[in-house]
Structure formats: structure tokens, C-alpha cells
């Protein structure tokens, strides 16, 4: 079966651009997409299509996807960042999660 | 606003059935343009896809799941059901519900439930 692999965590200061990476065999022959998780709430899209941002995503969120990895970049990142962020793919009529990875500002 | 809704008993006894229902409002749930789809999330972990279905019944699901997992969907009601059988303490988690794109290049959620949380005992 499809597996997407995150690492668990990643930290980043106030201000700076974290970058949270997804990786699965040959991803980007597939469209990624990324949640935001904050704690007790539901998801929330915040990449879609690889690079796409829904209405009402700040542009300081942006998402890329090559080759077997697909990575989401916050830029300026703020406090309110901090959460779980969880990408996602469709791989033999199966939806495939990564493992999710905590995002701390520091 | 589309708004989904999770409903249903937030304790089962192992080896019952767990039984799930979530009620769409602002939007028909029969659209050819989206899939509806059940997540769930046992305490502290990640995200689990158990399986989604269209309007029309289509169904597919997680392989790990299949053999325990029904999906059904009511149109008259604009509801989505989820029936989990032979559940044991390892079936503990936050099930959500959530809109998915209608086709393979759509595969995303865009829109979830507020989850809820069912309990099954050890």
C-alpha cells in the first residue's frame, strides 16, 4: 500500500519560513495536499492541487510537489501557525495520509 | 455556508457495532461533482481514511477497514451513514465526516464536520 512519510516535527522561530516535507514513491506524479490541524479542532485545507490555496488561506502558506516529495512552505511564520499539519494523496482508489507533523513556533 | 454535522452514540461496547451519521445543511448531498467521505483520529495520532461514497452509492474504502465498514448515503435526508462493526478499543477515536472533490485530480476535503468523539472500552 501508498505511504506518505512526514517527520514528527519541525520547529521554527517567529518571522522565519518553516518548511514541512512529504514524501511518498514518485508523489509528484500525483496531486498533494496539506491540512492545518489546531489542537480540539477539525482540519482545515489549506494546499490543495500541489500549490493551490482556498479562499481565505493566507498567502504566506504555499505548497510544491516533485519528484517523491511534496513540501509545504509558511513564510513569515506567526504563532498562530502552530499546529499539526497532515498532507494528503489518492493513490488505487485510496486516500493516503501522512503521519502528520507538529509544527512549534519558537 | 456548507456545514456538516456528526451524530450518534459516543460510547460502543466492544464487539458492537458503531453506528454514525452526518447531516449535510447548506449544500445537496447529491451532487456528481463531490464524494462524501468518513476520517477518524484515535487520541494523539494522525488522520485515518476509513472510506467515502458518492450521491449515487458508489463506495470504495481502506482496505485495512473493508471488512467491517458500510457506507451508505441517504439523499432525501441529505445524510451520510457510517456502520463500524466488531469494534474493540483500538476503533477509540474522533470520526469526522468531510466533502471530497468528485474525481482523482479533486482529492481533498475542503469541508469537515466538527468530529466526534466515540469511546469503545476495554
Redesign the interface.
Known amino acids: 500500500s501508498y505511504e506518505l512519510t512526514q517527520p514528527p516535527s519541525v520547529s521554527v522561530s517567529p518571522g522565519q519560513t518553516a518548511s514541512i516535507t512529504c514524501s511518498g514513491d514518485k508523489l509528484g506524479d500525483k496531486y498533494a495536499c496539506w491540512y492545518q490541524q489546531r489542537p480540539g479542532q477539525s482540519p482545515v485545507l489549506v494546499i490543495y492541487q500541489d500549490f493551490k490555496r482556498p479562499s481565505g488561506i493566507p498567502e504566506r502558506f504555499s505548497g510544491s510537489n516533485s519528484g517523491n516529495t511534496a513540501t509545504l512552505t509558511i513564510s513569515g511564520t506567526q504563532a498562530m501557525d502552530e499546529a499539526d499539519y497532515y498532507c494528503q494523496t489518492w493513490d488505487s482508489r485510496t486516500e493516503v495520509f501522512g503521519g502528520g507533523t507538529k509544527l512549534t513556533v519558537l | 455556508q456548507l456545514q456538516l454535522q456528526e451524530s450518534g452514540p459516543r460510547l460502543v461496547k466492544p464487539s458492537e457495532t458503531l453506528s454514525l451519521t452526518c447531516t449535510v445543511s447548506g449544500g445537496s448531498i447529491s451532487s456528481s461533482t463531490h464524494y462524501w467521505?468518513w476520517?477518524r483520529q484515535p487520541p494523539g495520532k494522525?488522520?485515518?481514511?476509513i472510506g467515502?461514497i458518492s450521491y449515487s452509492g458508489t463506495t470504495?474504502y481502506?482496505?485495512s477497514l473493508k471488512s467491517r465498514v458500510t457506507i451508505s448515503v441517504d439523499t432525501s435526508k441529505n445524510q451520510i451513514s457510517l456502520r463500524l462493526s466488531s469494534v474493540t478499543a483500538a476503533d477509540t477515536a474522533v470520526y469526522?465526516c468531510?466533502r471530497?472533490g468528485g474525481d482523482?485530480?479533486?482529492?481533498?476535503?475542503?469541508y469537515?464536520?466538527?468530529?466526534t468523539l466515540v469511546t469503545v472500552p476495554s
Open positions: 467521505g476520517i494522525g488522520l485515518e481514511w467515502s470504495y481502506n482496505l469526522f468531510a471530497r482523482a485530480t479533486r482529492n481533498y476535503f475542503d469537515w464536520g466538527q468530529g
